[in-house]
């Protein structure tokens, strides 16, 4: 497997996928002289700081794609689940149900943040556990383990993975016209 | 002078050598003269932010190149400094020298 391109389209979860290209083409011409290692070192890197730095920019506006994408993939998991409730095998209608609105829950935070698609999935986590936890410590009746963390969009890696799918196959806002 | 926005260290570096390598300033090249004129080694994550950055502010352009063979038919994203940039490198300048004017350095503080 050619790792520019899975280098790329790691990139591309967090940059424009002009900019993702031009980025690994330096990493790629530098790796010639510094080898594999600082190559993936340096995609890693670059990825965590252009999700800080979406961060650092628009935290309010991340914060609030996070609340609003919690509440689409529940109603979406709501929806998918019910028919499901009905089968022999549940269990796995379920777990069908949760990755599909994690799916669908990615496409529509993607179209939102075309630009910020990784760290609009991370705050599709981030802000709601952030609040469960809130609410959990100012009302201290509630028991940690009485509370399910499953709505979370990306409680576990597979909803996670869904999630940043869909977030890829978001066709997205096209960036301003240039010229 | 107040719409002339205020440089911070590591942008004042990278607009400095995005000036010193004229048409050949990308990613690459511009790292390479950092490290190359300062010691440092700029981490890849913080330039691309920073040149997005300094973008967004207006203090440079960027333009894509032609596909070539050593990246993997990837195009190089030439930046140069705009008039804006040009403003805010000559405004921190004036600043460094007004603070350094008249001040003794001590000669053993000196590299």
Redesign the interface.
């Known amino acids: 497997v050619d790792r520019s391109r899975i280098a790329e389209f790691v990139l591309s979860l967090a940059l424009p996928a002009e900019r993702a290209s031009a980025v690994t083409g330096d990493f790629l011409e530098e790796a010639a002289a510094r080898g594999g290692l600082w190559f993936w070192s340096s995609v890693g890197r670059t990825l965590a700081s252009q999700v800080w730095e979406d961060w650092r920019q628009a935290p309010l506006e991340l914060a609030g794609l996070g609340v609003r994408g919690f509440a689409v993939n529940l109603a979406v998991f709501a929806v998918l689940a019910l028919p499901g409730l009905f089968l022999n095998d549940s269990r796995s209608a379920i777990l069908l149900a949760s990755c599909a609105a994690a799916y669908f829950t990615g496409r529509w935070v993607g179209r939102r943040a075309p630009e910020r698609k990784l760290a609009a999935c991370l705050a599709l986590g981030v802000v709601p556990a952030a609040i469960l936890v809130g609410v959990l410590a100012t009302i201290p009746i509630w028991g940690v383990e009485k509370i399910s963390f499953s709505g979370v969009a990306w409680s576990d890696p597979l909803s996670f993975f869904a999630v940043v799918y869909g977030a890829l196959k978001s066709d997205g806002r096209k960036p301003a016209a240039q010229g | 002078m107040a719409d002339i926005p205020t440089l911070g260290e590591f942008e004042h570096l990278v607009l400095l050598a995005i000036l010193r390598l004229d048409e050949e300033a ?3 090249t511009i ?1 390479n003269e950092i490290r190359a004129r300062t010691g440092r080694e700029p ?4 330039l ?2 920073t040149l ?2 300094l973008e967004d502010k207006g203090l440079l352009t960027s333009s ?1 190149g032609d596909p ?1 063979p ?3 038919g ?4 030439f930046v140069k400094v705009s008039a804006t940039g040009m403003k805010a490198l000559h405004e921190a300048r004036r600043v460094y020298l007004r603070m350094w004017d008249g001040l003794a350095f001590p000669e053993a503080a000196r590299g």
């Open positions: 990308y990613g690459l790292r981490a890849p994550g913080a691309y932010t997005d950055r894509m070539t050593q990246r993997g990837r195009a190089k994203r």
